[in-house]
């Protein structure tokens, strides 16, 4: 693919964002092609090296700030009709009690969902207490004479020791995989605004 296709397919797939910002972006990839041409690569290996349109407008909508592209995205882009208003206004309280119904559950799932996280943190930090809680046990024990019960405090510590690690993993896995949900979640809100705004122009 020659810089020129590589630049006009990308301005397309912008075409979503704000004019100025989705030229500032395409210049800087013209750029980044420039260079990279300037150290010797071909144009089509420069174009190359760069990525595939697909993993670039991701990472270019990944980075661009979500509330920026809601804020471009309210203003109208003709100005209403009175029959327009009027429907609007009369249908408000249908449509908006369920948006703001819709916005409730999807900001209710999103909490509970880190909740979830933030409890299976909790309990590896309580296994991770129990693990000293066995052992100043066993102490005790121990120090009174106490075999049978130090050993059964020691071997609580050892149980408690090892569902700690285990759960540590989880617990890292768990964190990981939500908050590549929440990116997915945020990139596939961008795309359906850029997508809307692409239809309506």
Do not use: H
């Amino acid at each position: 693919m020659t810089k020129q296709d590589f630049l006009t397919r990308l301005g397309e797939r912008l075409s979503g964002l704000p004019e100025q910002d989705a030229l500032e972006r395409v210049n800087f990839y013209g750029e980044m092609i420039d260079d990279r041409m300037e150290d010797g690569l071909s144009e089509e290996e420069a174009v190359t090296e760069i990525g595939n349109i697909d993993e670039v407008v991701s990472q270019i909508l990944a980075d661009y700030p979500l509330a920026k592209l809601v804020k471009e995205n309210i203003k109208p882009r003709r100005k209403l009709k009175t029959w327009e208003i009027v429907v609007l206004a009369a249908g408000s309280p249908i449509w908006l009690s369920l948006l703001i119904a819709a916005l409730a559950v999807a900001l209710s799932l999103y909490i509970v969902l880190w909740a979830l996280v933030l409890v299976i943190w909790a309990i590896d930090l309580l296994l991770a207490a129990g693990v000293l809680c066995g052992v100043a046990a066993a102490v005790a024990c121990f120090s009174q004479g106490l075999t049978s019960e130090g050993l059964a405090s020691t071997g609580l510590g050892f149980f408690c020791a090892g569902l700690a690690i285990f759960l540590f993993f989880g617990c890292l896995a768990a964190t990981k995989g939500s908050a590549r949900l929440t990116k997915k979640i945020i990139l596939g809100i961008k795309n359906l605004i850029i997508k809307r705004r692409e239809r309506n122009e």
